[in-house]
């Protein structure tokens, strides 16, 4: 799963745009909007991005400006442009700062299904090359997660003993494999399954969310999904919420 920013200065496109994301493309597990390149850089600063999609013509930034910004502080991001204006030179300079495309308002459907297609099999990270009859210890660990998230007491420690490897050689594996450490995948994990929950039952008290995911704290649990996701529990839950097919 990853998240994905719409930055662009005209709310009904910016809306718009990210109801179509969310609905088609549900790979994107947190689809956030920035309305200038402040907000974005915000953004960028409490939440891990994966692919921003920028318009070039910002009320506070020069959308070339603000991607050249992103690239040097936050180099792993997907950057597409979209943008009203057909012209060569903007192309030109968009292309020097590396973007994955420039697309032209309004995007056709068909382009934007497969600019998401496309977008998705660059974030999924590729699987480690584990040699044949050695254990994948980071994939084995990932499972230890799954197994016992709501278990307030997991640790990295549990983890590696489970494993008989050391903690620094568990992170390292982890690291290489997803990105992250073993801290970073289970609150990402709980979040991902507090989300679940929010999304499918409209009067889950969150202090129940928070200790079916681990949380013993539901304030704690609060501040921690807010600076994940830049939205609090009940926030993400009116925006996302799935009421059952009858």
């Given at each position: 799963m990853a998240t994905l920013l719409l930055v662009d200065?005209?709310?009904?496109?910016?809306?718009?745009?990210?109801?179509?994301?969310?609905?088609?493309?549900?790979?994107?597990?947190?689809?956030?909007?920035?309305?200038?390149?402040?907000?974005?850089?915000?953004?960028?600063?409490k939440t891990r991005v994966d692919v921003a999609l920028i318009d070039i013509n910002l009320g506070d930034f020069?959308?070339?400006?603000?991607?050249?910004?992103?690239?040097?502080?936050?180099?792993?991001?997907?950057?597409?442009v979209i943008s009203g204006y057909d012209d060569f030179e903007y192309v030109r300079k968009a292309l020097t700062l590396k973007v994955q495309d420039y697309l032209l308002k309004p995007i056709p459907q068909s382009?934007?299904?497969?600019?998401?297609?496309?977008?998705?099999?660059?974030?999924?990270?590729?699987?480690?090359?584990v040699p044949v009859g050695q254990p994948d210890l980071?994939?084995?660990?990932?499972?230890?997660?799954?197994?016992?998230?709501?278990?307030?007491?997991?640790?990295?420690?549990?983890?590696?003993t489970a494993l008989f490897i050391s903690t620094s050689q568990l992170n390292k594996l982890l690291k290489k494999a997803y990105g992250s450490t073993f801290s970073?995948?289970?609150?990402?994990?709980?979040?991902?399954k507090a989300k679940e929950l929010?999304?499918?039952?409209?009067?889950?008290?969150i202090s129940e969310i928070a200790n079916k995911v681990g949380y013993e704290d539901p304030h704690y649990f609060s501040r921690l999904f807010r600076k994940k996701t830049g939205q609090s529990p009940v926030q993400y839950r009116e925006a996302n919420f799935n009421a059952p097919q009858i």
């Open positions: 200065d005209e709310k009904p496109v910016r809306e718009g745009l990210a109801a179509y994301i969310r609905q088609s493309a549900p790979f994107f597990s947190e689809v956030l909007t920035a309305k200038n390149g402040k907000t974005a850089l915000e953004t960028f600063e020069n959308g070339l400006d603000l991607i050249a910004l992103i690239k040097k502080r936050f180099p792993s991001v997907l950057i597409v382009d934007l299904i497969k600019l998401l297609q496309d977008l998705e099999q660059r974030v999924k990270p590729t699987p480690p090359v980071a994939h084995l660990a990932y499972q230890y997660i799954q197994q016992n998230y709501p278990d307030r007491s997991v640790s990295l420690q549990q983890a590696a970073d995948l289970l609150i990402q994990y709980r979040l991902d929010l999304q499918t039952d409209l009067h889950y008290p």
